[in-house]
């Protein structure tokens, strides 16, 4: 299970090399995760609600998308640390985003605009990490972590 969650996040990563791909996807299966993280990388299925917030749920998938767009600044910090920081960006972000949706700002030209630009970038995301995924089998990864780790 640990094999298809990493390759299920590094799908959403749009630029990385192989050596980057196979070498996250090896040092995700080798790290122990605290224990009330530790679902995310194992059992708990991307989907899988973690919190909610004002009826609207957190899930594992948008925890990983969060950690895609703050991992400059969150990615050296410990994998619990992380995964807190990470939930209470996401808390910030449905209460904010409430808060603007309530002032009418869901048709503003300008939220307009960065709602094309985001699809765009993430249709590229998508697009992307599914054609790099399909470079990188199974066999690659056992063989860079037998070698590597």
Not at 24 to 34: E, I
Not at 37 to 53: F, G, H, R
Not at 92 to 118: N, T, W
Request: proline content about 4%; hydrophobic content about 50%.
């Amino acid at each position: 299970m640990a094999v298809f969650h990493s390759y299920w996040r590094l799908a959403r990563r749009s630029v990385f090399s192989f050596t980057f791909c196979v070498a996250l996807t090896a040092g995700v299966m080798s790290t122990a995760l605290p224990a009330f993280a530790q679902s995310a990388a194992t059992d708990e299925p991307p989907n899988a609600v973690i919190a909610k917030v004002n009826g609207v749920p957190i899930t594992y998938d948008d925890i990983a998308l969060a950690e895609d767009e703050l991992m400059a600044m969150v990615g050296k910090l410990p994998e619990g640390r992380r995964f807190e920081i990470l939930v209470g960006h996401m808390v910030d972000r449905i209460v904010a985003s409430q808060a603007a949706e309530k002032a009418g700002l869901a048709q503003d030209p300008r939220v307009l605009q960065r709602v094309s630009f985001m699809q765009r970038k993430a249709m590229q995301d998508v697009f992307i990490g599914g054609e790099l995924l399909k470079r990188v089998t199974d066999a690659d990864v056992e063989a860079y972590y037998a070698k590597e780790i």
